[in-house]
């Protein structure tokens, strides 16, 4: 067994790797950004520019935790289910934000951590797994409010969602502290690197004598947590508490995480690059928006965007 | 290969599923004198048919090694086109079946096409498929429109006794895949391909072309679910195939099918089909909210999953 099959690929090779497709994706963000704001000016204007950010926030923390799971070869589905389960079951406990967020962080570790358990423990397909959880969270949020969500919003989560402090949006504040520390821990950590030589190789990892099970536990509470996370402050963005939150990040992160350049074969993700791949999935959005086409067209184009750059990283990883 | 052979015609996951669906029908009767009726039975039958065909190509595929997350967007768009253009006369009727039937073929192909000369994983491919066709759907119309000929609704609701007609057509397309998987080379080679294509591609099975039929099938059953959808609504919906991507993989798993591939058979699928329609018209007759059916639905695949999966693993 040579040293790259223990240790994954060389880093050197892998960085460069990463680096062309975060080149590859800032120039398609670009491109899409000048070709709108010749079509329509109101496209760069700071009010929707903060939009835009804005609507990234929730499903920035969604992104990083999916990117996270599909490191150590799982999938997560649960996320969304996730995001309004937490949201409705927290919110509908206190008003206090300061036990909302609490409770609802522990709540998504627990939940991600009940994923980590089947899928480690009991041989569970990720897919299935989470598919399965994602269903039962349905079925116990709309029990628990008899199908209506109440609770009232405390003031505090406009302003966490919504709201900004010496000018910068407090929501991307949180994401950035989010994204800086999941990026230090994949990249600099023997944890980050564990993760990452389980997707590669986990037979390997096990004979390095890592904790195979507990990392991919740890991969889906991490997910789970920041699922919740998402939920808490999409719900402030809204500023209602519906039992249907979040509705299709389940698809939209996995999108977002495989154009960032994650691979769903394990091993390979990283935050500058889903971060960057949520923003252009927003933008996208956003144009179809501004620009006045249908509503449709964001489907249309949000499928063949996902084709078009797994096609893009796939030609490129072969071997 | 006897292996393979034997694993398709009867698993201990065979008599489970059939005691479940006995326990179901002895709560069923248990609870309400209306649930063993004729009449209820022929209820269960029309409930279930679309989840059963859509469920068989969910099998196929899976047996293959893939997976088909399109039959969301695929359902819409074809539901919308067939009742756009079947009008009332027989000839019009006839296009659109025809018509459909083709599409079903032609997104499956895009699908196989995709997944096989591109190489992407499959659950991405249809994924983004499946995105498209439902904007496609929704550009086409936004609420459900057109119309299906009265003789079509008259077929779809027709009854022998307490079998409806949808029945005997989906147990016989379930006999036609059956045979297909066991008797035929094409069914040889799915298996093949799902236990390790790279043996399978070294023993010389045609790989790609085995995939692009099978998701070329899928695509075509799809179309008959969509057809009969649009026969039972009378009309066709944008938004008709809403959640039957992650439903139709359920009754695949809980019947005992591997989603790694290669392991399994359509016998166990429609098992499971049956014992998820039951449970849902038992608890629907104990009055449990479709909240605690999730509940229930959600356990069950655990269930079944991690008894069967957790027993093979070392």
Redesign the interface.
């Known amino acids: 067994m040579s040293m790259t099959a223990l240790f994954g690929k060389d880093s050197g090779t892998v960085r460069a790797q990463q680096n062309r497709e975060l080149l590859l994706l800032t120039g398609f963000l670009v491109v899409i950004w000048a070709v709108t704001t010749v079509l329509s000016p109101r496209f760069l204007s700071p009010a929707n520019l903060s939009d835009i950010l804005l609507q990234a926030a929730p499903l920035g923390f969604v992104v990083i935790g999916q990117m996270i799971v599909i490191i150590v070869r799982g999938?997560d589905?649960s996320v969304a289910s996730i995001m309004a389960t937490v949201a409705v079951l927290s919110i509908g406990l206190n008003d206090n934000t300061v036990v909302i967020f609490a409770v609802g962080i522990l709540l998504g570790a627990l939940i991600g951590g009940i994923n980590g358990y089947?899928v480690a423990y009991?041989?569970?397909?990720p897919?299935?797994?989470t598919?399965?959880?994602?269903?039962?969270?349905?079925?116990?949020r709309?029990?628990y409010t008899g199908?209506a969500p109440g609770g009232t919003l405390p003031e505090t989560f406009r302003w966490l969602a919504t709201g900004d402090l010496f000018g910068i949006p407090v929501a991307l504040m949180l994401l950035a502290i989010v994204a800086f520390a999941a990026h230090w821990l994949l990249e600099y950590t023997v944890y980050g690197r564990r993760l990452k030589l389980y997707g590669d190789n986990p037979e390997a990892a096990y004979m390095t004598g890592a904790p195979t099970r507990l990392l991919v536990v740890s991969a889906f509470m991490i997910s789970g947590v920041l699922a919740g996370l998402a939920g808490l402050v999409l719900v402030g963005y809204v500023g209602i508490v519906d039992n249907w939150t979040g509705r299709g990040y389940e698809?939209d992160s996995?999108?977002a995480a495989?154009i960032g350049g994650a691979a769903?074969?394990g091993g390979k993700g990283s935050v500058p690059g889903v971060l960057l791949a949520t923003l252009v999935l927003v933008s996208l959005f956003n144009i179809v928006v501004i620009l006045g086409l249908?509503i449709?067209?964001?489907?249309?184009?949000?499928?063949?965007l996902?084709?078009l750059a797994?096609?893009v990283y796939?030609?490129r990883s072969?071997r | 290969m006897d292996d393979v052979i034997r694993m398709t015609r009867t698993q201990p996951v065979h008599l489970v599923v059939l005691a479940l669906i006995g326990l179901v029908v002895l709560v069923g009767m248990y609870s309400s004198d209306r649930f063993a009726t004729p009449l209820n039975f022929a209820n269960v039958q029309d409930q279930m048919v679309a989840l059963a065909l859509v469920a068989l190509a969910q099998t196929i595929v899976i047996l293959s090694g893939g997976?088909d997350l399109s039959y969301a967007g695929a359902l819409g768009l074809l539901t919308v086109v067939f009742a756009s253009i079947a009008g009332e006369d027989p000839a019009s009727f006839a296009a659109a079946i025809a018509i459909v039937l083709s599409l079903g073929v032609f997104i499956g192909a895009i699908n196989g096409s995709?997944v096989t000369f591109?190489?992407?994983?499959p659950?991405?491919?249809t994924?983004?498929?499946?995105?498209?066709?439902?904007?496609?759907a929704?550009?086409i119309t936004?609420q459900p429109t057109g119309s299906v000929p009265l003789f079509f609704e008259d077929l779809v609701y027709g009854r022998i006794g307490m079998i409806p007609y949808g029945t005997i057509f989906t147990l016989m397309l379930y006999l036609l895949a059956g045979f297909l998987l066991w008797k035929t080379r094409l069914g040889l080679r799915i298996y093949a391909i799902g236990d390790n294509e790279q043996a399978a591609s070294i023993s010389g099975v045609p790989v790609k072309s085995t995939k692009l039929i099978v998701y070329a099938l899928s695509g075509l059953l799809a179309a008959v679910t969509a057809i009969y959808i649009c026969g039972r609504f009378g009309v066709g919906d944008p938004r008709a195939g809403v959640g039957f991507d992650?439903k139709s993989?359920t009754p695949v798993?809980v019947g005992g099918t591997l989603?790694?591939g290669g392991r399994g058979g359509v016998l166990g699928t429609l098992l499971a089909v049956i014992v998820l329609a039951l449970l849902a018209n038992v608890l629907n007759f104990m009055n449990v909210?479709?909240?605690?059916?999730?509940?229930?639905?959600?356990?069950i695949?655990?269930a079944a999953?991690?008894i069967f999966?957790?027993r093979?693993?070392k």
């Open positions: 999938l589905l089947l009991r041989g569970v397909t897919f299935l797994a598919l399965a959880t994602m269903i039962v969270l349905q079925g116990v709309f029990a199908g698809l996995i999108a495989v769903l074969s249908s449709e067209l964001q489907l249309v184009i949000k499928g063949s996902i084709l797994a096609a796939m030609r072969r | 997976i995709i591109v190489g992407i994983h659950l991405i491919v994924l983004g498929t499946s995105t498209i066709l439902s904007g496609l929704l550009l936004r992650l993989i798993i989603l790694a909210s479709s909240f605690y059916q999730w509940i229930a639905e959600g356990l695949i655990i999953v991690s999966v957790g093979k693993s």
